[in-house]
């Protein structure tokens, strides 16, 4: 069960777009269109941001959308806002064996 | 509105035992899927343990295989995790989530409860 691979940190300007990549197997991301993407602030609990690669939850702004690739998945933010700083995780499914793995988790800054 | 309230964590000696809980409401809890989720401090987030909502389905994480065991309570709208033979590295807060009817896709989360394995 070894974690996805993403980015420590990612940074951009306000109104840039920033895109977070997260790496697995063709055991995880690459067999399953089954990747999550989480949003955590600091002392907070996490949100649901992105499920399904792509679907939006819900009040989640359009700003966020997903997709994937191969073995990787990607989370892009565009129109960078301040309220946007905060550590970006993604997760995936890994067979009903494995279930779950989550990436090691990205720093977003907002400069 | 939806809530998850955990409760049970502490400090405890390393081999020791805790039972975390997770209380539910604002929601049909015996309709969806739970599941525990870590985050050891100043770390990532790490999934833990999936219950379905009839109980009939289990999985673990190999880090807790054999020495967790999740389990619920739908008449009380209540989630459990009892952690035995605890570890250092079980150090961490600790999420419970509700499934949303997606897979890994978790659209609830608890404030999360501490748990510190140390002597």
């Known amino acids: 069960q070894s974690a996805l691979t993403q980015p420590a940190s990612v940074s951009g300007s306000p109104g840039q777009s920033i895109t977070i990549s997260c790496t697995g197997t063709s055991s995880d991301v690459g067999s399953y269109n089954l990747v999550s993407w989480y949003q955590q602030h600091p002392g907070k609990a996490p949100k649901l941001m992105i499920y399904e690669v792509s679907k939006r939850p819900s009040g989640v702004s359009n700003r966020f959308s997903g997709s994937k690739s191969g073995n990787t998945a990607s989370l892009t933010i565009s129109g960078l806002q301040a309220e946007d700083e905060a550590d970006y995780y993604c997760?995936?499914?890994?067979?009903?064996?494995?279930?779950?793995?989550f990436g090691g988790g990205t720093q977003l800054t907002v400069l | 509105e939806v809530q998850l309230v955990e409760s049970g964590g502490g400090l405890v000696q390393p081999g020791g035992s805790l039972r975390l809980s997770c209380a539910a409401s604002?929601?049909?809890?015996?309709?969806?899927?739970m599941n525990w989720v870590r985050q050891a401090p100043g770390k990532g987030l790490e999934w833990v343990s999936y219950?379905?909502?009839?109980?009939?389905?289990?999985y673990y994480a190999d880090s807790v295989k054999g020495r967790f065991t999740i389990s619920r309570d739908n008449a009380k709208n209540s989630l459990y995790l009892q952690m035995n033979s605890l570890r250092a590295e079980d150090t961490a807060v600790y999420y419970c989530?509700?499934?949303?009817?997606?897979?890994?896709?978790?659209?609830?989360w608890g404030q999360g409860t501490l748990v510190t394995v140390s002597s």
């Open positions: 997760c995936s499914y890994a067979g009903s064996s494995t279930w779950a793995v």
């Open positions: 989530a509700r499934g949303s009817g997606h897979t890994v896709a978790y659209d609830y």
């Open positions: 604002g929601f049909t809890f015996s309709s969806y899927s």
């Open positions: 219950i379905s909502s009839s109980s009939s389905t289990i």
